[in-house]
């Protein structure tokens, strides 16, 4: 069962930065990648980054040149993606989510971890 894991939120201030971490124990050759979603209250799940297991990124428009997506595998099956998050402003609170993009099947969800960005 891949049971994907993040860490690292928090509280911050404008301005500041945090790093998300996520964890997944899963192949990597039945991964096409790994992302980043989040949902801010009463919104829609949205993307906020991708990254394929080419190196391909995709950005959501309200995080280009702030966010960076990073990943890395170890041995074939420990796979971490990290978001490293700069320059955060309010409207950046949300629950976030890291998914896992499976070649075959469904796609695997974290539980999320909360970025509050307030004064």
């Known amino acids: 069962q891949v049971q994907p894991v993040e860490s690292g939120g928090g509280l911050v201030q404008p301005g500041g930065s945090l790093r998300l971490s996520c964890e997944a124990s899963?192949?990597?050759?039945?991964?096409?990648?790994m992302g980043w979603y989040r949902q801010a209250p009463g919104k829609q799940r949205e993307l906020v980054a991708t990254i394929t297991t080419g190196g391909r990124t995709n950005y959501a428009d309200s995080v280009k040149g702030r966010f960076t997506i990073s990943t890395m595998s170890r041995e074939n099956i420990r796979n971490t993606v990290w978001l490293q998050m700069n320059s955060l402003k309010p409207e950046d609170t949300a629950v976030y989510y890291c998914n896992v993009m499976m070649k075959i099947g469904r796609d695997y969800w974290g539980k999320g971890t909360l970025v509050t960005v307030s004064s």
């Open positions: 899963v192949i990597i050759f039945n991964v096409n990648g």
